[in-house]
């Protein structure tokens, strides 16, 4: 917040000139902030001076010459007033300002004695004021200050005409610098704010995307895959029926129908795999291969520890995925799935004795299909893993992932 640059330099200024202030009666910048503590004790020490200036003038004048200078001075006391309201309001009050400063030209050539109350009212001026005519009030009061000194010397002290208009200018330049800093300040402090709003919006976004990819994955690896089996069954029973061969298509169809059925439920019901994640991990493998690929085989390799939910999560999914493109497009023989077991991490092969193919041709993501090894590959990469694929047309295929599991000391939830 610019606020403390913005106030602190005129409650230090002398009778001198000013610079464009960013007060709440200029045109077309940001309204100066109040600090009440600051305007209190300026104000107060206006009045403070102005008397001691008084008491002053009233010692060392005749009667007479007392009557105008406390005639200007009640005046002056009173238009500050009205000023200091004014500007706290954030209400207009050029004319009234110059007003003042006009009276206290008047005053502190007649009464150089009340010179120092300058100190106040350049403060003022600066707050009420923005612009060229801020420059003008806080110039006239140097001046006006600079010609009542020069003149209370009776013109033989130079140093008193040039002192006032020096500090005013070094004033004016330390102004101005503190109120481009303020500027400065707000700007930066703006752009903070709009490139924090930025940023949520963009979390915000990306946060909708990763969880669309999330349930388009467990779409893929449940309900799509266990679709596409079971029509692949239906086709073959209807192409035998009503043979024996035929019936036993249809009854492993409607098995995987009520699996996705399950799968489904599940899907609405927290995205879990109730049937799976209640088993050990190679066990539940197993299920999940032999879902898709009756004769699957498991190979567990390594000391069995307890791996992370969403670890075993992944695991189970690569599974499924994996074993649906063998039953739908290897026409292989032996499907072998190996679990290991390292210090700090657990790996998985999927192997098939199928048709392979070429990992580099295999056709893109579209409605006809495509997402499987996608799919697979964003579960591994996004818990930190490795996942990899290495196929030959005709020399079958092995799907590998290797993901990382906490050590000993943070192993606290999961199954082995």
Not at 366 to 386: D, F, P, T
Request: aromatic share 6%; proline share 7%.
């Amino acid at each position: 917040m610019p606020t403390r640059a913005s106030v602190r330099a005129p409650a230090d200024a002398a009778p001198a000139g000013g610079a464009p202030a960013t007060g709440p009666f200029s045109t077309g910048t940001p309204p100066r902030p109040h600090l009440a503590s600051i305007d209190v004790a300026v104000h107060l020490g206006f009045a403070v001076l102005l008397v001691a200036s008084l008491v002053r003038y009233v010692m060392r004048h005749s009667p007479a010459d007392n009557l105008l200078v406390l005639g200007l001075a009640a005046a002056a006391c009173l238009l500050y007033a009205v000023v200091a309201v004014l500007a706290r309001r954030e209400r207009p009050g050029a004319p009234w300002m110059f007003v003042l400063v006009a009276v206290w030209a008047v005053l502190v050539i007649a009464a150089p004695s009340f010179a120092w109350c300058s100190f106040a009212l350049f403060f003022l001026s600066r707050s009420a004021l923005a612009g060229p005519a801020a420059y003008a009030a806080a110039g006239i009061t140097a001046t006006a200050t600079a010609a009542g000194l020069f003149r209370m010397t009776n013109g033989t002290d130079v140093a008193m005409l040039l002192g006032p208009l020096a500090v005013g200018v070094m004033l004016t330049l330390i102004y101005d610098r503190i109120q481009r800093d303020a500027e400065e300040q707000r700007r930066l402090h703006a752009e903070v704010t709009r490139a924090q709003g930025q940023l949520a919006a963009s979390e915000r976004r990306a946060g909708t995307i990763a969880e669309r990819e999330r349930v388009s994955r467990e779409i893929h690896d449940t309900v799509t895959q266990g679709l596409a089996s079971s029509l692949l069954l239906l086709e073959a029973a209807g192409r035998a029926w009503p043979s024996a061969t035929a019936r036993a298509d249809l009854g492993e169809a409607t098995a995987l129908l009520r699996g996705n059925l399950s799968e489904t439920r599940s899907l609405v019901h927290e995205l879990a795999s109730p049937g799976l994640d209640t088993s050990p991990l190679p066990d539940a493998l197993l299920v999940a291969a032999r879902r898709y690929v009756p004769d699957a085989r498991l190979l567990v390799t390594g000391e069995a520890h307890p791996v992370p939910a969403e670890t075993r999560h992944a695991l189970l999914r690569v599974v499924q995925s994996a074993a649906a493109n063998i039953k739908l497009h290897a026409s292989a023989t032996v499907a072998t799935v190996t679990l290991g077991f390292l210090p700090e991490s657990v790996t998985l092969d999927i192997y098939d004795d199928g048709a392979g193919f070429d990992p580099a041709a295999a056709a893109p993501p579209s409605a006809a299909g495509g997402y499987g090894l996608r799919a697979m590959r964003q579960r591994v990469e996004q818990l930190g893993g490795v996942f990899s694929v290495e196929s030959t047309p005709g020399d079958g295929t092995i799907v590998a992932a290797q993901l990382p599991v906490p050590g000993p000391g943070a192993r606290t939830t999961g199954r082995p």
